[in-house]
């Protein structure tokens, strides 16, 4: 690895690629992050309703994500916006997982809430806005639950190795990195893409690194070429808004896509994920029984 690189990264030794340690791969139900498996995990910005969760899980099932996602602890900029809805939105999550089999990636906001959240989510999603608490870091890593760490506004990729370094510290194993853009000068954007970190994590760190092109985007019409682009750029997986009708979505409908643009998108991902010599998921092959027809 690159001096300059050893330099920046020097506060997160075990993060780093060694001769030991080329890649983590995270068990998640009966499948795997960090294989050789393209994972997609899909689903609306926040849980609102049981028939908008379901139907969505339903659909990003078979088109062959693996994980569903949905906030019910919401951070939103403003305090009167839709909060998420707690406890309830958890058994949402938990219902759709009965019914399709997909895990369930969800956010976890406050340490006092990781009890509940790691009893209900297969893996802990830690925010933007929280990739520095390293408070919420640690209980969450202590939880035992794979946690997806999602990089901050104005993080560095080496903020973003610390704070996987502090996970990695409190015995969890099982960390995701997540690229979802940053803050940058421009504003035709939601936020900048920033495609030269998931090659660099993926070149300098053995953790799997998963691509959010929508919170990056904020606008759904690109967010099937930054999809496609992650896939280039080396991503283990993607982290994608899908919502019924995204035009009455509680939050972030702008940047979700409807159910015929995802299935879009998925198909064509498959001729970028060949190229890597990984495999996408084959919905057929997945499909539960009860979900099939
Ligand atoms: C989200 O994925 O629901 C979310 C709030 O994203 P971020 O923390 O990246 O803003
Ligand atoms: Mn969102």
């Known amino acids: 690895m690159r001096a300059t690189w ?3 990264f020097a ?13 983590t791969i995270v068990p998640v139900l009966d499948f795997e992050i960090g294989g050789d498996t393209f994972i997609t995990m899909a689903g609306p910005c926040s849980v609102e309703t049981e028939s908008q969760l379901l139907s969505t899980a339903h659909h990003v099932r078979n088109c062959g994500a693996r994980i569903l996602r949905g906030g019910a602890f919401k951070p939103r900029s403003s305090p009167y916006a839709f909060q998420g ?10 219902k759709a997982r009965e019914q399709t089999g ?4 969800t956010e976890v906001m406050s340490e006092d809430d990781v009890p509940l959240v790691a009893e209900y989510a297969d893996i802990l999603q830690i925010g933007s806005r929280s990739m520095e608490n390293y408070t ?5 890593a202590r939880s035992g639950r794979p946690l997806m760490l999602k990089r901050g506004m104005v993080a560095t990729i080496a903020d973003l190795l610390r704070s996987a370094q502090i996970a990695l510290d409190n015995g969890n194993p099982h960390v995701i990195l997540c690229e979802r853009g940053i803050r940058t000068f421009e504003t035709a954007t939601r936020n900048t893409f920033d495609v030269a970190a998931i090659a660099l994590l993926k070149q300098v760190c053995h953790l799997p690194v998963i691509a959010d092109p929508s919170h990056a985007a904020g606008y759904r019409e690109l967010v099937p070429t930054l999809a496609r682009i992650a896939v280039v750029a080396a991503a283990d997986g993607l982290l994608v808004e899908v919502h019924p009708n995204p035009a009455n979505a509680w939050s972030d409908g702008e940047q979700s896509l409807d159910f015929v643009a995802f299935d879009a998108m998925m198909t064509s991902l498959d001729p970028y994920i060949a190229l890597r010599g990984i495999s996408a998921t084959d919905p057929a092959s997945t499909l539960p029984l009860e979900a099939v027809g």
């Not at 997160?12 to 060694?18: E, I, N, Y």
């Not at 997909?102 to 990636?105: F, G, T």
């Open 6 to 8: 050893q330099k920046c």
């Open 11 to 23: 506060d997160s030794p075990d993060v780093l690629k060694d001769d030991r340690r080329r890649r």
């Open 85 to 94: 809805h707690g406890l309830e939105g958890l058994k949402l999550l938990a």
């Open 102 to 105: 997909l895990a369930i990636v």
């Open 136 to 140: 919420l870091i640690e209980h969450a």
